[in-house]
């Protein structure tokens, strides 16, 4: 595919921010990528410093025009490359859809991903920020990965260790951030899966549904409902999932608080400190004495009503009227709570 000039990424963006790419192309070999960096360099050598990669576009948050080259990863493909009596190893292409990937898993029988079910956006992204849910990381299935770095143009291959998974976090957030473009990841999955419910949510809706001994298949239904019934479907309502990470304090602060607000919500972490439940510190802030953030809209930029983690677009709201009202919730929480928020979705 070959550039072209001043595209919307209103369809590639999951909050459904309607700005221009001042050049966009998508790729889907390594082939492919090269020779568009290329040609971008030679195109508009001022513009070329600004390359970036979109995988599914569901954690991103657009501000404003992009005035720069816009790549959209449309690696494809899985293949097994190793298996023995435990595991089986697949390597995916950076451009498959997540779920996808996660119901390939599933009608094989093969256990890792299945508490994963429903996350939008491309297998290429989920190792960037560590994706999770319902008791599991991406980080737990990983096995390595292949990038293409924008400098010299070499692939590399990342392994679990060289990838520094943290909480929401990875090495391509920090030191490699907008290095490296991602081409495919490979999972180890387990032939003969271990089944995790740890996460009192899926238990109880296990109960609900009346299954005693449950499958993966029936791990992915549960998460499915919830996630369904707590979390917009971005394509009805624009979003990017939690917009904010969960805090981690240290437990002697999580006490002090817990006297103040005995309701405060907080899991102990083996490190010994204490997460707390962001979406409860929005809760119980908002925009006026009495009123709580969760529901709330402005224009067309809201916090949703079923999760107040997750900020909307409702319609028509520009990255800045969602990027300002994030700022403003963020505010009030430190007031109340001296707790800083740190914002999971790249702004952009
Ligand atoms: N809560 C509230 N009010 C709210 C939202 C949540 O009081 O408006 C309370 C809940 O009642 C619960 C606790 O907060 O006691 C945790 O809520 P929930 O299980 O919905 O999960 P979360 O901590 O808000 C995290 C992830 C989600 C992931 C879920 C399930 C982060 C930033 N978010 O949310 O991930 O799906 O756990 O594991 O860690 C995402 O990253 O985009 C995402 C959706």
Redesign the pocket.
């Given at each position: 595919m070959q550039w072209q000039k001043n595209i919307s990424l209103l369809p590639y963006n999951s909050f459904k921010i309607d700005v221009m790419a001042h050049y966009f192309a998508t790729f889907e070999d390594d082939d492919e990528l090269l020779s568009l960096i290329t040609n971008a360099k030679t195109m508009d050598n001022t513009l070329y410093n600004k390359l970036f990669v979109l995988g599914g576009g569901s954690?991103i948050l657009l501000t404003g025009h992009v005035d720069g080259f816009v790549l959209r990863n449309q690696i494809k493909g899985f293949s097994i490359i190793h298996e023995d009596n435990e595991y089986v190893y697949v390597k995916v292409g950076a451009g498959e859809n997540w779920h996808s990937f996660v119901q390939y898993c599933i009608e094989r029988n093969w256990g890792g991903v299945e508490n994963l079910s429903l996350?939008p956006g491309h297998v290429g992204a989920a190792p960037i920020?560590n994706?999770?849910?319902?008791?599991v990381e991406l980080k737990e299935v990983f096995y390595s990965l292949e990038a293409m770095n924008l400098a010299d143009k070499k692939v590399r291959h990342f392994t679990r260790n060289d990838c520094a998974f943290g909480?929401?976090d990875s090495i391509f957030k920090r030191k490699y951030k907008g290095q490296f473009v991602i081409l495919t990841v490979t999972f180890q999955l387990r032939k003969h899966p271990h089944i995790n419910t740890s996460?009192g949510?899926i238990e109880q809706e296990l109960d609900k549904m009346n299954i005693q001994q449950p499958t993966i298949q029936d791990v992915s239904n549960a998460v499915i409902r919830i996630?369904s019934a707590?979390?917009p479907d971005p394509k009805v309502i624009g979003n990017?999932?939690?917009f904010?990470?969960?805090p981690e304090i240290e437990e002697e602060r999580f006490l002090q608080l817990k006297k103040e607000f005995p309701d405060i919500?907080g899991y102990p972490l083996p490190n010994g400190k204490v997460k707390l439940?962001?979406?409860?510190l929005?809760?119980q802030t908002g925009p006026a004495e009495g009123k709580s953030w969760?529901g709330y809209r402005l224009g067309d930029a809201g916090c949703h009503a079923?999760?107040?983690?997750?900020l909307v677009n409702y319609g028509n709201a520009s990255g800045e009227a969602i990027f300002s009202l994030s700022e403003t919730i963020a505010q009030s929480v430190d007031n109340k709570f001296s707790i800083q928020l740190e914002r999971?979705v790249n702004i952009i």
């Open positions: 954690n996350i920020q994706i999770g849910a319902y008791g909480y929401r996460y949510a996630r707590k979390l990017a999932g939690s904010f990470k969960n919500i439940a962001a979406g409860w929005i809760e969760k079923q999760q107040a983690l997750v999971e």
